[in-house]
């Protein structure tokens, strides 16, 4: 059976296999046991009410029961720049006009942005490849909505995610080489890990703080602004269906862009309910669609992905789902329809 739970720290040897598969470009995501450990433990601390604000951050994993293995994970972390600058470029426009010369240009800059500050921020999805079947990798994404659908309150009013950008198969971003490179004098992947593992007061050193013209860039770099890399194509999309949207900002390192919401217009705010639990045999379905469930138990939460016919009134488990999402008979559970209503498949 696929379960979500809360990350726990001694999932650290999973992590690291995880970390490792992840390749380039997932700053959040690093082979290092130090870091991982670290990121860990602030997730359960985070759970246990020890941290502030600007340090908490919530981690999810995806585990195979049937093996007692870690096989994805993703976050949210619950406010962004409080306690270091968070950066990105805003893609923006500068107008140069000479009545003179009747000459009018409209050109794309980018400026150096500290706009998100305080959102939330949906972070860390990966799922272990052989493990990209299934709707595994929809289920593990998309728990992270019915989760801040169940605990809104711990949430900014404004929700983002850093999308992947291109990168070719050995870890070239032609962005990075174009812009980063030439105030950074180093690889685009060093510069990768030494932002993923906290180490950003470079950026604060080194970038510019005046716009960057579009057009001055290489056509290579000017393509794949506010684009996303071919692996992440997928994730954008479904985030796209759960209500963020490209507003422009993109990632200082590769150019990938940045999706971002009001939390209200979140498709999980609107459609998640709730539903009494019965225990059967086996289930009884007419019209089963793949639902989201969870228990809301903030303290030990779970999740499940399940088969469930949207007239039904009541949400059928058997005994062995109830005891891996910690619910009994009479319980009620979180709701969400895997898919969105126009794109159901």
Not at 99 to 105: D, M, P
Not at 109 to 120: E, G, I, K, R, W
Not at 147 to 154: D, E, G, K, V, W
Request: proline share 4%; charged share 25%; hydrophobic share 40%.
């Amino acid at each position: 059976m696929m379960i979500i739970r809360y990350i726990r720290e001694d999932d650290i040897n999973d992590i690291y296999q995880l970390a490792e598969k992840a390749g380039y470009g997932l700053t959040s995501l690093q082979p290092n046991l130090e870091i991982l450990a670290a990121k860990l433990k602030r997730a359960c601390d985070t759970v246990r009410g020890k941290l502030s604000k600007a340090d908490q951050g919530y981690f999810f994993v995806l585990e195979d029961t049937s093996i007692n293995k870690v096989v994805g994970l993703c976050g949210i972390e619950v406010a962004l720049g409080l306690s270091e600058p968070w950066y990105n470029f805003h893609v923006g426009t500068q107008v140069h006009s000479s009545k003179t010369l009747n000459v009018y240009k409209a050109h794309q800059t980018l400026f150096l942005s500290n706009d998100h500050t305080t959102c939330s921020e949906l972070c860390t999805l990966f799922l272990d490849p052989d493990y990209r079947k299934e709707m595994n990798g929809k289920f593990l994404s998309k728990i992270r909505f019915l989760f801040i659908a169940a605990f809104r309150n711990i949430f900014e009013k404004r929700i983002v995610a850093e999308m992947r950008g291109y990168s070719d198969e050995v870890g070239n971003s032609p962005f990075w080489d174009a812009v980063g490179h030439k105030f950074f004098n180093m690889e685009f992947r060093k510069a990768d890990y030494l932002s993923g593992t906290g180490q950003k007061s470079f950026i604060a050193e080194l970038m510019p703080r005046y716009p960057l013209y579009v057009d001055m860039l290489p056509a290579a770099a000017q393509e794949v602004i506010g684009k996303v890399h071919p692996n992440t194509l997928p994730a954008y999309k479904l985030l796209l269906g759960e209500g963020l949207r490209f507003q422009g900002y993109v990632d200082i390192f590769d150019g990938g862009a940045t999706l971002e919401a009001d939390v209200e217009n979140l498709r999980s705010i609107k459609e998640s309910t709730v539903l009494p639990i019965e225990i059967v045999e086996a289930a009884t379905l007419n019209e089963a669609e793949p639902y989201l469930i969870s228990n809301d138990h903030y303290q030990d939460y779970r999740g499940l992905l399940i088969q469930h016919d949207p007239e039904q009134k009541n949400i059928q488990l058997t005994q062995a789902q109830a005891e891996q999402l910690k619910v009994a008979q009479g319980d009620v559970v979180r709701v969400l329809s895997l898919n969105p209503k126009e794109h159901k498949a």
